[in-house]
């Protein structure tokens, strides 16, 4: 089984400034994923990031980037240039490629942004 | 672009009433997924269904939870005699197995309030 560690429950940033949002997990799979979804009051889960256990480079996809360090077993994720829109809750989300499919999420991290 | 839509969106209901929700994938993805959500959580996984086969459930989906996907394209997940601990945010997610990385769209969701 999988486990995904968000440790932190609440985070706050400064309208502009980046922020990284923490992700560990423990999985003994050689090959695996991890999704990053985004969560805004309005309850709709929005895909944001995937990361491939086997991909040389780091995931980026616009303002959002994965640190990805799979000795560490982290993905965390980058958040450049917050936006007010950007207050949500997000979850880090590990995909196994045998499985089938279906996601297992965390408590996830609240994200506020300050104007 | 049409994502995948739930119905309805909000739904107030009285413990024992039954309950039905319907949700609409995106038009090519072979893959359907339900997820119920409750406040401070992340999503749990109910079920999920491949074309019209219902291939895995979860053990949240009581007796008394039901889902069909009769053509393979939209879904319903019906809750007959409905409790108080029912109410959540009940997510609908597809996807196609032979996407980038199988990811999974969600939909709005359905507020369920059991009084």
């Known amino acids: 089984a999988q486990k995904i560690t968000q440790t932190q429950p609440g985070m706050f940033v400064q309208e502009k400034e980046a922020v990284t949002l923490d992700c560990t997990y423990d999985?003994?799979?050689?090959?695996?994923?991890l999704f990053w979804y985004k969560q805004p009051s309005s309850g709709e889960m929005i895909f944001l990031i995937y990361q491939g256990s086997y991909d040389e480079q780091n995931a980026t996809e616009g303002r959002y980037s994965l640190n990805f360090q799979k000795a560490r077993k982290s993905a965390n994720l980058v958040i450049s240039a917050s936006q007010l829109g950007d207050s949500a809750m997000y979850f880090c989300v590990p995909f196994h490629g045998g499985s089938q499919g279906n996601l297992i999420f965390g408590k996830g991290t609240k994200l506020s942004v300050k104007p | 672009d049409t994502g995948v839509s739930q119905d309805p969106r909000h739904k107030i209901t009285k413990r024992g009433q039954n309950v039905t929700f319907r949700c609409d994938p995106i038009?090519?993805?072979?893959?359907l997924y339900w997820y119920r959500q409750t406040l401070g959580q992340g999503p749990e996984f109910l079920t999920y269904?491949?074309?019209?086969?219902?291939?895995?459930k979860s053990r949240l989906l009581s007796d008394r939870f039901s889902a069909e996907r009769p053509k393979g394209s939209f879904s319903t997940l019906e809750i007959q005699r409905t409790e108080q601990g029912d109410s959540a945010m009940y997510l609908c997610?597809?996807?196609?197995?032979?996407?980038?990385?199988?990811?999974?769209?969600f939909g709005p969701g359905t507020r369920l309030t059991v009084l």
């Open positions: 997610a597809s996807s196609l197995t032979s996407g980038t990385y199988n990811e999974q769209f």
């Open positions: 999985t003994s799979d050689q090959s695996y994923g």
């Open positions: 269904f491949q074309n019209e086969a219902q291939l895995e």
């Open positions: 038009s090519e993805h072979n893959r």
